[in-house]
């Protein structure tokens, strides 16, 4: 399974590696935008959007390429850890699941 996390703060990527490894999911993790991300999305299983965090740019990137592979969106305001986990169960419960689930967004 892998995980794509947008947004959150730098100083906790080594946390949103450590959770998510915890749960079984490879992880990349983008906290600022660059050049690689357009380029290095793939096709994930999820993708966690932390969206008090992230630029609007890097968000609609990531969006359109979501709509495009029908990968689903799990968003969240905050980024702390707690947060980030309730999204890890959230991915876990969403995943062919989609129709069911309100946080999803899966167009």
């Known amino acids: 399974m892998s995980l794509l996390v947008i947004g959150g703060h730098e100083r906790m990527e080594k946390d949103y590696y450590k ?3 915890s749960k079984g999911y490879k ?7 660059s050049s690689k991300v357009k380029n290095s999305i793939g096709s994930p299983d999820a993708i966690v959007i932390l969206t008090s965090t992230v630029s ?12 495009k ?4 969106i ?3 305001k905050n980024s702390s850890k707690v947060a980030f986990n309730k999204c890890l169960e959230d991915v876990e419960n969403c995943l062919g699941n989609c129709a069911d689930c309100k946080k999803c967004i899966n167009n």
Request: glycine share 0%; net charge positive.
């Open 69 to 72: 592979m029908s990968i689903p």
């Open 74 to 76: 799990i968003r969240h």
């Open 56 to 67: 609007h740019k890097m968000t609609k990137i990531v969006e359109s390429h979501a709509k």
């Open 19 to 21: 959770l998510a490894k």
């Open 27 to 33: 992880t990349k993790v983008y906290t600022t935008m």
